[in-house]
């Protein structure tokens, strides 16, 4: 899921989200879909496998529309508005 994107320097494409969005409100997201906060792990959260039940991730941005393509499903990061829960991306952070 996520925006079908045509325009590679679009400015909305370099957004992140913030860490205090993840240690907040990302992490009452968890604990509300009822996974833990300290034994959950990525596939928890989001099992990519499972198409029929989108997780937490997925979710958020089901009935959203994508503001860079119009298109219904919007990534994670597109849902969010706040200036202290989104801003331009200036580090990844990955996890494995």
Do not use: W
Not at 10 to 35: C, M, N, R, W
């Amino acid at each position: 899921m996520g925006c079908i994107v045509s325009q590679p320097e679009h400015p909305l494409l370099k957004q992140g989200i913030s860490v205090f969005y993840l240690k907040t409100q990302f992490l009452q997201e968890v604990i509300d879909a009822g996974l833990s906060p300290n034994n959950s792990k990525i596939y928890d959260i989001e099992d990519l496998n499972d198409v029929t039940h989108p997780g937490v991730i997925r979710r958020k941005g089901l009935d959203v529309t994508c503001p860079i393509d119009d298109q219904l499903g919007a990534s994670y990061v597109h849902c969010l508005e706040d200036d202290d829960h989104v801003g331009e991306a200036h580090f990844m952070l990955s996890y494995r």
